[in-house]
């Protein structure tokens, strides 16, 4: 219908190519224009002023013999004030684009290797977008951004990385635990010995306090008590201690069978063995304490 009354309509951030008798006449805005296409006036096509983004996968080689996928997204917009240039000089842009982006990006990957492609994808990028403004402005076309979205080793190779990654967090890891370990066990044979210190105090403490009691007892029976040895006391003394003892084994409910020599001649050893013990015991704390 537009046609048929010489009208034509552009829509926003378009530009139509209008062309007379097949020559290039005038760019037309957004907006509705008269085209008499009885005197030749035509629109020769439509060029968009968007924002417009081409992905181009690019396979080459890593300077250590490794083949990888480089993922490049071009960002681009056609330029207003050079709308002819777009729409006449450049028959398919994109492959343009894509043709450019295969030359930079396999002049600059095997240069590198694997491992510094990743950590240099940003100066890659830069060379690309750099190559495309310098080439791409003479056909009207800006080059708004150049990015490096994905760079894609062989799957044999990524397996290999991730390995070798695993690797070595797992040899740090074993390290860490072994370094805790040992921590662990320093620790513990400090405590140990810790312990053990304040046991033979303790036990040191309680010789000598069994020593210093059966002295005292010993000192007062023989005063109160004319006539007695302190070897007759400590016989005693020993002898009530045997005594409770047997008691306290035979009024125990889970106590196992404890088989010893019991008679007459039987405490007497016993006393000798226990008056002998408790003499060496309360020599041996005393040098210790010294």
Request: glycine letters at 6%.
């Amino acid at each position: 219908m537009g046609n048929l009354f010489c009208c034509v309509q552009v829509d926003q951030s378009t530009v139509a190519i209008k062309e007379r008798f097949g020559k290039f006449d005038d760019v037309l805005e957004p907006g509705c224009h008269f085209l008499p296409w009885c005197i030749g006036s035509q629109v020769a096509g439509y060029l968009t002023l968007r924002l417009q983004q081409l992905d181009v996968r690019c396979e080459t080689k890593s300077k250590d013999n490794v083949f990888v996928t480089v993922v490049a997204s071009i960002q681009y917009r056609a330029l207003a004030d050079k709308a002819t240039d777009a729409f006449y000089k450049l028959s398919n842009t994109r492959s343009q684009i894509q043709a450019y982006v295969f030359d930079v990006i396999r002049a600059s990957v095997p240069k590198l290797n694997l491992d510094d492609v990743f950590e240099q994808k940003n100066q890659i990028a830069k060379a690309v977008e750099d190559e495309l403004e310098k080439a791409m402005s003479a056909y009207g076309y800006e080059i708004v951004q150049t990015l490096i979205v994905d760079i894609e080793p062989d799957e044999l190779v990524k397996r290999a990385m991730n390995e070798i990654n695993a690797a070595a967090r797992l040899r740090v890891a074993a390290n860490e635990k072994a370094e805790a370990e040992k921590i662990v066990q320093i620790k513990r044979a400090e405590g140990d010995a810790e312990a053990k210190y304040l046991a033979g105090l303790g036990i040191a403490r309680q010789r000598q306090a069994i020593v210093d009691g059966l002295r005292d007892s010993v000192l007062g029976f023989s005063v109160n008590v004319p006539g007695t040895t302190a070897k007759d006391v400590l016989d005693m003394v020993l002898i009530t201690q045997y005594f409770d003892t047997m008691k306290e084994i035979g009024a125990s409910s889970k106590s196992s069978a404890v088989f010893i020599p019991h008679g007459p001649g039987a405490v007497s050893d016993i006393a000798g063995q226990i008056r002998q013990g408790l003499l060496q015991g309360s020599a041996v704390e005393q040098q210790n304490l010294l």
